[in-house]
């Protein structure tokens, strides 16, 4: 097969799935403003229940939904007849997700799912199966066509079925009013989380180099030096008087000759830039770029706090 059918075979699948698509944009009704308004109004949890591939898009939507802030627990057809019924109780929602809505482990758990909970949608592909008929609100997710070239794998079919889980979880989002702030909340440990929710005083440096106006150049070069971020603060009687980098070092022995007399006050750079502690890591990162800078002065309440560095945010994840 010669690279040119390759992506002709795949643009000819993507077609496929993009079309599926617009059939089901176009055919969604009242069933589905229903189900929204079902599962936002659910005093419990939405079980969400599959077999198959179907199970996997079923997890899927799961974790989409549980970030987006509405509670949302996968139910695996084949073990919930097995004890896993349990988990579902009267308050529950039940999201059953089959496409033939015929399977034997879907039709043999059709009269618990509707005992079970206080209500049970069906997302199927046939709006005449013993799921669909069963259910309170139906879901149609026909295809007409695979993406499979024998026409039998699902692909478009689950294409659709996650299409619509994450239409639902959208509009549950916009219902709920969940903002950026909220979906951090689930996601602290990844990098959307942390630009939203981390605080500069995370990273700030336990290594926190000061010397006074005063200072030898020696002693400069020291405090500098065991920095590691190749600053000083130079502070006086608690105020932040300025910065000395080792830049301003290095100019200071390019243009001097003599510096036996120096002091910190010679080469100082003065109204440095700083940034609350309280403030936002994203904020601190913003007047790094802006700046230009490597380091920022970090304070509490106008008093020296400690240094950020640019490499110690980017290594986390903030922008």
């Known amino acids: 097969m010669d690279p040119k059918e390759i992506l002709s075979n795949a643009h000819q699948a993507l077609d496929i799935e993009i079309s599926e698509l617009t059939s ?55 073990e919930a007849i097995h004890g896993d019924l349990g988990v579902i109780q009267k308050q529950d929602v039940v999201l059953c997700i089959s496409y033939s809505g ?27 199966s013993k799921l669909a008929k069963a259910a309170d609100i139906v879901l149609d997710t026909h295809v007409d066509k695979e993406a499979c070239p024998n026409k039998l794998a699902p692909t478009s079919s689950t294409t ?9 979880a959208v509009c549950l989002m916009e219902l709920k009013d969940f903002k950026e702030i909220d979906f951090a909340k689930f996601h602290p440990g990844g990098s959307l989380g942390k630009n939203l929710t981390a605080k500069v005083e995370q990273f700030v440096s336990m290594n926190k180099p000061e010397v006074t106006s005063e ?46 007399k120096a002091k910190a006050s010679d080469i100082i750079s003065k ?25 920022l002065v970090v304070t509490d309440e106008n008093r020296y706090y400690g240094i950020i560095d640019i490499h110690k945010l980017l290594d986390e994840g903030i922008n």
């Open 160 to 168: 659709v079925q996650m299409a619509l889980g994450d239409a639902l």
């Open 215 to 260: 200072a030898s150049i020696r002693d400069v070069i020291i405090s500098v030096s065991g920095s590691k971020h190749g600053i000083t603060v130079v502070v006086e009687n608690g105020e932040i008087i300025g910065v000395i980098t080792d830049g301003d070092i290095r100019r200071m022995l390019l243009n001097q000759n003599d510096i036996s």
């Open 102 to 128: 015929n399977s034997p482990e879907i039709v043999n758990l059709l009269p618990f799912l509707k005992e079970y909970s206080a209500a049970l949608i069906a997302m199927t592909g046939n709006v005449d």
């Open 271 to 295: 109204n440095p830039k700083t940034i609350d502690k309280n403030k936002l890591a994203k904020e601190a990162m913003q007047i790094l770029k802006e700046y230009n800078i490597g380091q």
């Open 24 to 78: 089901l944009r176009n055919r969604l009704n009242d069933s589905f403003i229903k189900s929204v308004l079902t599962i936002n109004e659910v005093k419990g949890k939405l079980i969400v229940v599959g077999i198959g591939k179907s199970a996997h898009v079923a997890n899927k939507i799961v974790a989409t939904l549980n970030s987006t802030g509405t509670p949302s627990q996968f139910l695996h057809a084949a």
